[in-house]
C-alpha cells in the first residue's frame, strides 16, 4: 500500500472508532426507561389519565392480574380500567423495583408495590402486592407486552 492509502485506512479506522464511542455514550439507559413507563403506568392511573392504555400497551397485549379469571387483552384491560375509575380513584402508591433485565427489544422487570384506593363510598383500601411486567422496545419507546401480579 502506498503511504497515502494507509493514511487514509488509518483516518477511516479513527473515524469509525470516534463514531462507535460517541454513540455508545449516547445509547440509551434500557433499565432506567423501562422503570420510567413502569412508574408512568401507575401515575397515570393515580392521576385519572383515561389515555393511558393506548400510549404504553402494545397493540398485541396481554395482561393477566391476580384478580382476573383469564388474560386480558389491550381492549379489555381499557374496559376493566374504566370500570375501576367508576367505582372509587387509586390515592397513593410506592414501587419497589427488584430487578430489571434487558434483552435486545424485550425487557422483564420485577417489582414490589403499596397502594391506596378509595372506593366511592370513601372507604380506602390498602393493597401490598407484586408484578413481573414485559415491555418491547416499539419505534414509540417501551411498551407493556404483558405483565402478571398483583395484591398479595
Known amino acids: 500500500m502506498k503511504p497515502n492509502e494507509v493514511l487514509k485506512v488509518v483516518l477511516t479506522g479513527v473515524m469509525c472508532l470516534s463514531f462507535a464511542s460517541a454513540l455508545a455514550q449516547e445509547a440509551p439507559d434500557d433499565p432506567a426507561d423501562v422503570w420510567s413507563v413502569i412508574e408512568d403506568e401507575w401515575n397515570a ?8 392504555p393506548d400510549r404504553l400497551l402494545s397493540d398485541d397485549f396481554t395482561g393477566w392480574g391476580k384478580n382476573s379469571p383469564a ?21 397513593a402508591h410506592e414501587l419497589y423495583p427488584l430487578s430489571i433485565i434487558v434483552h435486545d427489544d424485550v425487557a422483564v422487570a420485577h417489582y414490589l408495590y403499596s397502594n391506596a384506593f378509595q372506593s366511592k363510598d370513601g372507604e380506602i383500601e390498602m393493597s401490598n402486592g ?4 414485559v415491555l418491547v422496545r416499539t419505534d414509540d419507546g417501551w411498551k407493556f407486552l404483558a405483565w402478571h401480579g398483583g395484591d398479595d
Do not use: C, H, I, V
Not at 387483552?73 to 390515592?91: E, I, P, V
Not at 407484586?130 to 411486567?133: K, V, W
Open 71 to 91: 388474560p386480558r387483552d389491550k381492549s379489555s384491560t381499557k374496559m376493566w380500567d374504566r370500570f375501576n375509575d367508576q367505582t372509587g380513584k387509586a390515592l
Open 130 to 133: 407484586r408484578y413481573t411486567d
Open 45 to 52: 392511573d393515580e392521576k385519572g389519565d383515561k389515555k393511558w
